[in-house]
């Protein structure tokens, strides 16, 4: 069975940077969306970045400027590249895959800003 694996996440400070990677396991066929999504203690999950399979990129209001979205060439595996790095960003984070047959959640990585 595919799984995505997640890595990347840890502890940084204030105004660091962060690069999360989500790879499957095996094949995947037919993706058109692979997105990051986070969730904060208390908080529902929300989207962060998605891009399409065309390369279209999407991201919410509050990561602009600061997080890019990519993938491999293979498109099996999906960055998040985060700078400037705030408190707030403090959450687990999760990459979504979404391929005709059905969707893939990752089993999330933490990232922690704190000074």
């Known amino acids: 069975q595919v799984q995505l694996v997640e890595s990347g996440g840890g502890l940084v400070q204030p105004g660091g940077s962060l690069r999360l990677s989500c790879a499957a396991s095996g094949s995947i066929l037919s993706i058109y969306y692979m997105g990051w999504y986070r969730q904060a203690p208390g908080k529902q999950r929300e989207l962060v970045a998605s891009i399409t399979r065309s390369g279209m990129p999407n991201y919410a209001d509050s990561v602009k400027g600061r997080f890019t979205i990519s993938r491999n060439n293979a498109g099996n595996t999906v960055y998040l590249q985060m700078n400037s790095l705030k408190l707030e960003d403090t959450a687990v984070y999760y990459c979504?895959?979404?391929?005709?047959?059905?969707?893939?959640w990752g089993q999330g990585t933490q990232v922690t800003v704190s000074s």
């Open positions: 979504n895959i979404r391929a005709t047959s059905r969707p893939y």
